[in-house]
């Protein structure tokens, strides 16, 4: 069975930091482009951080003031998105997400067809 668990979320204060994980079951996910995406409330869903398959690069949105690091454990098939210096503005379900197509990261192009998460809730406050 394919899966995409995300975890690792939470209530933190801002200037706090958080890790998000993505664990993958039924695929290996070295032969994807995964990203990360988050939607709060009233707001539409954004890419904040992907990790190409490609070539490795990553790639972060505009909104993400960081510094935030995404990376990828091929052992435990798992990506990692580290966050810090937090602020109420970051507070959304954090979903993963996983495409076969090897240059989606430039754009944060993935469908609703993709492999998709459950989402973990982050909550920035004091």
């Known amino acids: 069975q394919v899966q995409l668990v995300e975890s690792g979320g939470g209530l933190v204060q801002p200037g706090g930091s958080l890790r998000l994980s993505c664990a993958a079951s039924?695929?290996?996910?070295?032969?994807?482009?995964i990203g990360w995406f988050r939607q709060a409330p009233g707001k539409e869903r954004e890419g904040v951080s992907c990790?190409?398959?490609?070539?490795?690069?990553?790639y972060y949105a505009d909104s993400v003031k960081g510094p935030w690091t995404i990376s990828i454990n091929n052992a435990k098939n798992t990506v990692y998105l580290q966050m810090n210096s937090l602020e109420p503005a970051d507070s959304a379900v954090y979903y993963c997400?996983?495409?076969?197509?090897?240059?989606?990261?430039?754009?944060?192009?993935?469908?609703?067809?993709?492999?998709w998460g459950q989402g973990t809730q982050v909550t920035v406050s004091s």
């Open positions: 997400a996983a495409t076969a197509e090897r240059y989606a990261c430039a754009g944060f192009v993935f469908y609703e067809n993709d492999y």
């Open positions: 039924g695929f290996t996910l070295d032969s994807y482009s």
């Open positions: 990790i190409s398959s490609s070539d490795g690069n990553t």
